[in-house]
């Protein structure tokens, strides 16, 4: 009997088949230090849970997660990407990629450090990259703020705050939703699982992340989107 393909088969077939989504991906990638534990294959990972690939990105103009990073307005805003009716940049693939990759980059840096997010929430420092990585997914997932308050609830209940199967259990006294708390752990996951499988079969380049980002040009700022056989497209000009 042959044997299944996993969702992560399907999507590198996709990302065979528009090898812009490899140079798209590779290039973000280079905004993760040499020193993380943040890969392009981590990046896939996301790509793939958030929108397996792109197929499933939601409206555009929206304020909830949406494009092919299923990125919030208020985190574009952040990262000053273009959000507008006729001009949603988190459904460009380079400008979204981008974004979450210095999104997720300092997430990384939030959680290797104490770090004040403000209305009262600290982060607890995690030395371990690898273990880093969990806080950094579920922060990406269900928000920094959250995440932060659930370690320092882990720590005055004399659990590890640095560990992330500690610190999951009090997602829901932190204010998480109970449904989205669920779904967030396994988000992370799911994340690292697919991950791993990446790093395994896909040919993107992994050490790509040691040279700095250099300047593309080409992006499209103006312009509108249309409606095509199911899919957003925008439309330059």
């Known amino acids: 009997m042959a044997k299944k393909k996993s969702y992560v088969d399907e999507w590198i077939k996709r990302e065979k088949l528009h090898p812009s989504i490899r140079e798209a991906l590779e290039n973000a990638s280079r905004y993760f230090a040499r020193t993380d534990a943040l890969t392009v294959n981590t ?22 997660a949406v494009g092919e990073f299923h990125i919030e307005k208020k985190t574009a805003a ?7 009716k006729n001009n949603d940049q988190r459904f460009d693939l380079d400008y979204a990629s981008i974004t979450a990759a210095r999104y997720l980059k300092d997430l990384n840096r939030f959680f290797g450090k104490v770090t004040n997010l403000g209305e009262g929430k600290v982060t607890v420092p995690v030395s371990d990259i690898v273990e880093r990585k969990k806080f950094v997914l579920a922060a990406y997932n269900m928000g920094e703020g959250h995440i932060a308050h659930a370690q320092r609830l882990a720590q005055e209940a004399g659990k590890n705050s640095a560990s992330w199967d500690e610190v999951k259990d ?21 994340v690292l699982k697919n991950e791993s499988e990446f790093a ?38």
Do not use: M
């Not at 990046?43 to 909830?64: C, D, T, V, W």
């Not at 952040?78 to 507008?84: A, E, F, K």
């Open 43 to 64: 990046l896939e990972a996301i790509y793939g849970q958030e929108s397996s690939f792109g197929i499933l990105r939601r409206l555009p103009g929206i304020a909830g």
């Open 78 to 84: 952040r990262y000053g990407l273009i959000v507008t």
């Open 170 to 190: 009090f997602l829901e006294a932190a204010g998480v939703d109970p449904d989205v708390a669920v779904t967030g752990r396994k988000y992370v996951d799911d």
């Open 200 to 237: 395994e079969k896909s040919s993107a380049d992994k050490k790509v992340k040691n040279k700095w980002p250099g300047k593309k040009t080409g992006f499209c700022i103006n312009g509108h989107w249309i409606t095509k056989d199911h899919h957003h497209i925008f439309i330059c000009g």
